[in-house]
């Protein structure tokens, strides 16, 4: 069964250290994984698209990076701010989704940003 | 703001009513996506309109259809509700087909609540 999973469920921080988020996938083979970052009662909002041949992706603070091998995902969050608490979500695409839309989604970690 | 629209913001239906949904894509885009995220779990894949047709269905019981319009907007139409359908309705517009590597869009959803 293709599934996601992402750890830790939630996780406080204070304002201005890193944090790194996982996610585990068996979806296989994918066409890719993404991040997605949602405030609470708003869409999601995306972060990284990465092919399964890309190892990493940057965008401004948030840094994704993929393993193909081991099936695993990471965010890296440098310098947090109040503004990052959300829920981050990592979704994966089985190859065929095209046709299928199928877009499998993580539960998410919720990440509170302490002053 | 991604410039994907959704009506209402909120609904509250009764038991065996029946509710549409309304989603207003984001400009040159063709194809829609429909989620459904109960409280604390990512969004789950409905189904996926691409160019006024039905392109890819999750599990999801055939008293939810949809339609999708010549200017690319959508309906999600729910019939005989059941408490459990309870949840942030979210829709997603993209350039193409949602399982391939096209950024997705997601509008503001709408929270229906089923007494």
């Known amino acids: 069964k293709n599934q996601v999973e992402q750890s830790p469920q939630s996780l406080i921080i204070l304002e201005g250290k890193n944090c790194t988020l996982q996610?585990?996938?068996?979806?296989?083979?994918?066409?890719?994984l993404r991040w997605y970052k949602q405030d609470t009662g708003r869409g999601p909002v995306s972060l990284t698209i990465?092919?399964?041949?890309?190892n990493t992706k940057s965008n401004g603070r948030y840094t994704a990076t993929l393993d193909a091998d081991t099936k695993q995902s990471s965010l890296h969050i440098t310098a947090s701010q109040l503004s990052d608490s959300a829920s981050y979500i990592c979704?994966?695409?089985?190859?065929?989704?095209?046709?299928?839309?199928?877009?499998?989604f993580g539960k998410g970690t919720k990440l509170s940003v302490k002053p | 703001e991604t410039g994907v629209t959704q009506s209402p913001t909120h609904l509250i239906k009764t038991r065996g009513q029946q509710v549409t949904l309304r989603c207003s894509s984001q400009s040159g885009h063709n194809t829609v996506s429909w989620y459904q995220q109960a409280l604390g779990q990512g969004p789950q894949f409905i189904f996926q309109y691409y160019r006024e047709e039905e392109n890819g269905r999750g599990n999801f019981p055939p008293r939810f259809s949809g339609l999708q319009f010549p200017n690319y907007s959508s309906e999600l139409n729910v019939n005989a509700l059941e408490l459990d359908d309870s949840a942030l309705y979210l829709c997603?517009?993209?350039?193409?087909?949602?399982?391939?590597?096209?950024?997705?869009?997601f509008g503001p959803g709408t929270r229906l609540t089923v007494t």
């Open positions: 979704v994966v695409s089985p190859l065929g989704g095209g046709s299928q839309g199928n877009l499998i």
């Open positions: 996610c585990n996938y068996t979806v296989s083979p994918f066409s890719n």
């Open positions: 997603a517009s993209s350039a193409g087909l949602a399982g391939a590597s096209y950024e997705q869009y």
């Open positions: 990465m092919t399964f041949s890309e």
